[in-house]
Structures are given as C-alpha cells and as structure tokens.
C-alpha cells in the first residue's frame, strides 16, 4: 500500500513497546514476558524483514528502532521491558552490518524519561517522579519531541554514513552498559 500511494518506502521507525508488568526479571510471568518480547523486539525484527525488499527496490534507506535508557542500565522494576530493550542494542548492530551492504542505515535511539502516555506513572506520580530527576542532570524529563528531532537526524541524508549506532536522548541519564 505505501509502494502504491506513496512510491515506495525509505524509512522504517520501530516504535512499538509494552510493559505489561512491574518487577525483576525473575518475577515475570512468561505470558508476560512472551507479549513484551512479542511486541518490543520481535515486532522490530519482522517489519524489517517485510520492509527489507522496499527499501532495497528504492536504492536503500534507513531504519529506525527506539529502544530506552533501561537498555543500557536496566531498571530494577523493569526487568523483562530492560531486557527487551538491550535486545532491540543488539538488534540494531546485527541488522546494521548485514543490511550495509544494501544501502540500508539501521540505527537506533534510547530515550530517558519522556513525557507520554507510556511513562506516566513515572513522571506523574509526585515521589517517584522527584526519585528519578535525582538521576536527570538535565533537571527535567524529556518531550517527544525532542526524540522525534534525533530519529528524523538519523532517518535523513545528513546521517548518510552513520550506521550501527545508538543515540542517546536521555537528559545526561547514565548509558553506557
């Protein structure tokens, strides 16, 4: 459909992620897990087998995946989500060397704390949200914006030779594993 209406495809953003339950890695049930991993990796690696044919078709592109800052220091109460988003880290390089090739870029960005729907009960909740700015630098949590301004970088001409890597949109979060 988008090869119809559009021309064709140059650009995949992965951006799906769920977080169905609270607790260590260990604590999480395997339906749990399975829908997290389901969702926030393996949605990621199929769209990209599915869009690897297009954007091959246009000459190359760019992929996208969003990940988190819980990828690189995962978060005691986040276990399977942290996970899941480490593995998104690997997923980025694996596919950034074999699609390279091609033409195809494959990076990566790894928000903090943004302010979403998704992250509310860490920012809207009064004590943990004054928990987790101790550990913003920037004093602040982040808008979406300002990770939509890092993925259309990564997405255009001016990241034409960067593959492979992973941006960092954190406030100064630690991130680094």
């Not at 101790?134 to 960067?162: C, K, T, W």
Request: charged share 20%; with cysteine.
């Amino acid at each position: 459909m988008a090869e119809e209406k559009f021309g064709g495809i140059d650009i995949l953003v992965s951006n799906a992620a769920v977080n169905p339950t609270v607790g260590g890695a260990t604590q999480c049930s395997d339906e749990s897990w399975d829908k997290i991993f389901d969702i926030n990796v393996k949605s990621a690696f199929c769209l990209t087998k599915e869009v690897k044919p297009y954007l091959i078709k246009r000459g190359g592109g760019s992929i996208v995946y969003v990940s988190s800052i819980a990828g690189f220091v995962p978060q005691q109460l986040l276990g399977a989500y942290s996970i899941s988003k480490t593995a998104l880290l690997g997923l980025t390089k694996s596919c950034a060397q074999e699609l390279a090739v091609d033409n195809i870029r494959v990076n990566c960005v790894a928000p903090g704390i943004i302010k979403t729907r998704f992250a509310a009960a860490l920012h809207e909740n009064e004590t943990v949200s004054e928990a987790i700015m101790s550990s913003i630098p920037m004093q602040r949590f982040g808008n979406s914006h300002e990770v939509a301004g890092v993925v259309a970088f990564l997405a255009s001409d001016d990241a034409s030779y960067v593959t492979g890597e992973t941006v960092v949109c954190s406030g100064g979060m630690p991130s680094r594993l």
